[in-house]
């Protein structure tokens, strides 16, 4: 009992999960800024947001629904801590796995977007509705590319949803980037991972210049620094978790350590070159690229897994 | 200095109030904000709603519409909030002192916690203003 507390609130779970994600939401913001040819923010940048944030009034606005906009924060945050929970345990030790986790997976990480769609309806202010009905919107558009292109390794695996045991069969054969249908799942899930974090081309839901923060526009205080820590937290989990399904994951023994590190820094620094090489798409530009080309792509990867290749 | 004192210091979100200027302020805190200055070194961001806001901005003489909205935009942001007149009319209502059309300057309508006086006043004044603020701030 207290092993698995330690699990959730200390280890691989909460605190961990946090203080990385205020970690590389700075590496984010430092890389960023050099692309823009400044000096950034410091380290701590990201802490003093957020102990900022924690200290500032929290106002809940009338005309919505205050229980369900308090609390909406929460429920991303929970299941972005559990879903790093899930994919650390299962790299420390692959024996941890149960049936069906990648499932689990892949719904918790749909979790912190609908999380920000309740709090953006229950805020009673139209341009946060606006911003909720198109996160809604990008949530249908992308999930159906990212769960083909996640389906591909368990293809090529002969159906394990296990991630543990997809981790050893990566570790025992070759890692599913290393052939033509897994690099192709690769670079669609990629796609599919900056919409899922709402970063620039696909950060539609909350454009800044056209409807201000769009859900996130009446939080203040606490629940705006909850939701902030998800979005953090969440630069972390889902590039890990394509390390997992992808890159084999982290193999915990001497020099595998730092190389499984740098899998994730590529991905990271791969998203961040995205985001600041790219302009804005309009939410039906967005469904098209992700119903057509992605889909189509995704589908490719599909039939080539089958095939084997 | 606490904790909560210090992070405030050092993550200080603006927001952008223009009311009725003749638009030169507003390009100068734009100026302000672009890479050449770079106020995320000292955490400074532009915000687009009041809700996330530290500072505001404040620039130009105020008319009796926009009195009201000022008015409002106070109420509606989280405390510790602090206001900036930025520019002379901001400050001192500058050319439009008597008119019939005029609310009054700002710190008769909302406290007003630093003046940067000019016309346009520059980047580098606007800066220096913020900074004089932080280091109030710290003071208490």
């Not at chain 1, 570790?171 to 052939?179: D, K």
């Not at chain 2, 003489?61 to 900036?84: D, F, G």
Request: net charge positive.
């Amino acid at each position: 009992m207290a092993k698995t507390l330690f699990y959730f609130i200390v280890f691989p779970g909460f605190l961990f999960t946090a203080l990385i994600g205020l970690l590389v939401s700075w590496i984010d913001r430092k890389v960023t800024a050099r692309v823009q040819w400044r000096v950034g923010p410091p380290i701590l940048q990201p802490f003093y947001d957020f102990v900022k944030l924690l200290g500032k009034e929290t106002i809940a606005p009338q005309a919505g629904s205050k229980l369900t906009f308090l609390f909406s924060p929460i429920f991303g945050l929970a299941a972005a801590t559990v879903v790093s929970t899930i994919l650390w345990l299962v790299m420390i030790s692959p024996e941890k796995t149960f049936l069906g986790d990648l499932i689990v997976v892949i719904y918790l990480l749909t979790i912190p977007s609908i999380s920000i769609i309740i709090g953006g309806f229950a805020s009673g202010n139209p341009l946060a509705s606006l911003g909720a009905s198109r996160e809604m919107k990008m949530v249908l558009a992308y999930e159906l590319p990212f769960i083909l292109a996640v389906f591909t390794p368990v293809i090529k695996a002969q159906g394990i949803i296990r991630l543990g045991d997809l981790l050893q069969y990566q570790w025992a054969n070759s890692i599913f980037l290393n052939s033509w249908s897994g690099f192709i799942a690769f670079v669609v899930a990629i796609i599919c991972m900056q919409a899922k974090l709402a970063l620039v081309p696909f950060d539609i839901p909350e454009a800044e210049t056209e409807i201000i923060a769009g859900p996130y526009i009446e939080y203040s205080g606490a629940p705006l620094a909850l939701h902030k820590l998800t979005r953090w937290m969440m630069l972390f989990v889902v590039p890990m978790f394509l390390v997992v399904m992808f890159m084999g994951g982290i193999l915990f023994s001497g020099w595998h350590i730092l190389w499984g590190i740098l899998k994730y820094v590529l991905l990271l620094v791969i998203i961040i070159l995205i985001r600041n090489t790219n302009p804005r798409l309009r939410i039906d530009q967005a469904i098209k690229f992700f119903w057509g080309p992605m889909t189509i792509l995704a589908v490719i990867g599909v039939i080539l897994a089958f095939l084997g290749i | 200095m606490d904790l909560k004192t210090k992070a405030l210091t050092k993550s200080i979100w603006v927001f952008h109030f223009a009311a009725a200027s003749c638009n030169n302020c507003d390009i100068e805190i734009l100026d302000a904000l672009t890479p050449k200055f770079d106020l995320e070194r000292f955490g400074i961001l532009l915000v687009g709603s009041i809700r996330h806001a530290d500072v505001i901005l404040a620039t130009g003489a105020i008319s009796h519409k926009a009195a009201v909205r000022l008015k409002r935009l106070y109420e509606q942001a989280p405390q510790p909030c602090l206001v900036v007149a930025v520019g002379s009319c901001a400050c001192s209502m500058c050319i439009f002192r008597d008119s019939y059309n005029m609310a009054g300057p700002f710190d008769g309508l909302v406290p007003v916690h630093a003046y940067i006086p000019g016309c346009p006043p520059k980047p580098e004044a606007i800066i220096m203003g913020v900074v004089k603020l932080i280091k109030a701030l710290r003071k208490g």
